[in-house]
């Protein structure tokens, strides 16, 4: 990851001196990594063995960060990765204009690689990702959101991008059709995974593990999962304080309703779908040789199910 972060660090350069401190700030800030790691062991495993994964590892990487960027301005977010976000420390549109720096920086890169199937791939994803955030801009502070309409935005707004790595990997290597479309589903339900648990943190993790305040969710209405099971199986009483609570937002009533995920059971229904998903995307895998990176590939599945931020 080493020299995809020398890549990261090269394109960040801008001749105006806020853009290049707003986009130091917020992608030197930690995170996992996982996507970029993710199209590098891609391509990996498809023996690729050029050089322009690195640098289509740091435009996956500066997407997304545009879109932590975007987030957190519409979600009124002021912590994230342990730290102020960026709106917290800069404001908001400083935020927002540099969040579409980062954009257009990775399509010129994107042009850069020269290769339109990888500009097709990420053009398709990056407008599916916006049309994601509408769908949950759409279902907050709506108690009445089903499974089905939840599963929609993660696989919009969060798998899409991991489908994207995956898929990019096994261009690069040159992939057959059999193997590019396991990886790309391989990629689909990692970050379906990565989501579920993300939601399930929100009500079962530590602030300084998972670095944002718990009940951000919660009070920007947003109904995740836990939440869902709750409304769904919970008893009168715990249905409508949580049918309540995401109707109005705030804070007002978390530890009753923590309280209330923990005793219906919505943490490990959740969970049991996050390890589903995990499942399904180490069987994705069937078609690819064994090597170390199809190793790591399934590590990464189980990492995103096991992990505690």
């Known amino acids: 990851m080493q020299s995809v972060d020398t890549a990261i660090r090269a394109r960040l350069h801008s001749d105006v001196p806020l853009v290049s401190q707003v986009a130091e700030y917020i992608i030197t800030s930690g995170g996992k990594r996982i996507r970029p790691a993710l199209l590098l062991l891609a391509a990996g495993a498809t023996t690729y063995r050029g050089t322009q994964h690195c640098e289509l590892a740091a435009v996956v990487e500066f997407i997304h960060t545009a879109t932590l960027l975007h987030d957190d301005v519409v979600d009124e977010s002021a912590l994230r ?44 994803a990056t407008n599916v990702i916006a049309e994601g955030e509408v769908l949950q801009l759409m279902n ?6 089903s499974f089905e309409d939840y599963l929609r935005v ?47 943190l929100d009500y079962s993790g530590e602030e300084g593990e998972i670095g944002k305040n718990l009940g951000d969710d919660l009070a920007e209405g947003k109904p995740t999962l836990p939440l869902i099971h709750v409304i769904k199986t919970g008893n009168p009483t715990q249905s409508e304080m949580v049918r309540a609570a995401l109707e109005e937002g705030g804070r007002e009533n978390f530890q009753e309703i923590i309280h209330a995920v923990k005793a219906t059971g919505a943490l490990d229904a959740a969970m049991a779908v996050a390890k589903a998903e995990s499942d399904q995307a180490k069987r994705a895998l069937s078609s690819l040789p064994r090597t170390n990176y199809l190793g790591a590939l399934i590590e990464l599945s189980d990492f995103a199910v096991a992990r505690r931020h």
């Open 81 to 124: 990765r342990g730290r102020k976000t960026a709106n917290a420390q800069f404001g908001n549109a400083a935020s927002v204009l540099v969040g579409d720096f980062l954009y257009s920086r990775a399509f010129q890169m994107m042009v850069g690689l020269g290769s339109m199937r990888v500009m097709q791939v990420l053009a398709d």
């Open 140 to 145: 907050c502070h709506n108690a009445d959101v």
């Open 154 to 200: 993660v696989r919009y707004k969060t798998a899409k991008l991991f489908e994207a790595s995956a898929r990019l990997g096994a261009i690069l290597g040159n992939a057959s059709s059999e193997v590019e479309t396991g990886l790309a589903n391989y990629g689909t339900h990692l970050g379906t995974a990565f989501q579920i648990v993300d939601d399930v």
